[in-house]
């Protein structure tokens, strides 16, 4: 059974920095497409980042510029997140592809397999 755990996530003030992890457990390594997303009360879940085996990254619009996903390790990815605005408040949850998904975005959740219980980030304005 394939497990994430999610942390890093707190309460800063506007321009503030975080950078959140997410671990694998049940895999030897991180041999599939890896993504953030988030989540704010009374919206729908946003995707933010997607790290694909071959090191190929996309972020959404929103986060563009300020966000940076990557392997930490063999088992942990990061998010790396800068200039946080009131706007990036949510829970942010990490997800693996399925085996042999066919594409690593953020556009759409419909190939990730497995979730983390995910990690508030709180931005003070």
């Known amino acids: 059974e394939i497990e994430l755990e999610e942390s890093g996530g707190g309460s800063v003030q506007a321009g503030g920095s975080l950078t959140l992890s997410c671990e694998v457990n049940g895999l030897p390594y991180i041999s599939r497409c890896m993504a953030w997303f988030r989540q704010s009360p009374g919206k729908e879940r946003e995707g933010v980042a997607s790290l694909d085996t071959d090191g190929t990254t996309t972020y959404s619009d929103s986060v563009k510029g300020r966000f940076t996903i990557s392997k930490r390790n063999k088992y942990t990815v990061d998010l790396q997140m800068n200039d946080l605005g009131p706007e990036d408040t949510a829970v942010y949850s990490c997800?693996?592809?399925?085996?042999?998904?066919?594409?690593?975005?953020?556009?759409?959740?419909?190939?990730?397999?497995?979730w983390g219980q995910g990690t508030p980030v709180s931005v003070g304005s």
């Open positions: 997800a693996i592809a399925k085996a042999f998904a066919d594409q690593c975005t953020v556009t759409t959740d419909n190939q990730y397999r497995y």
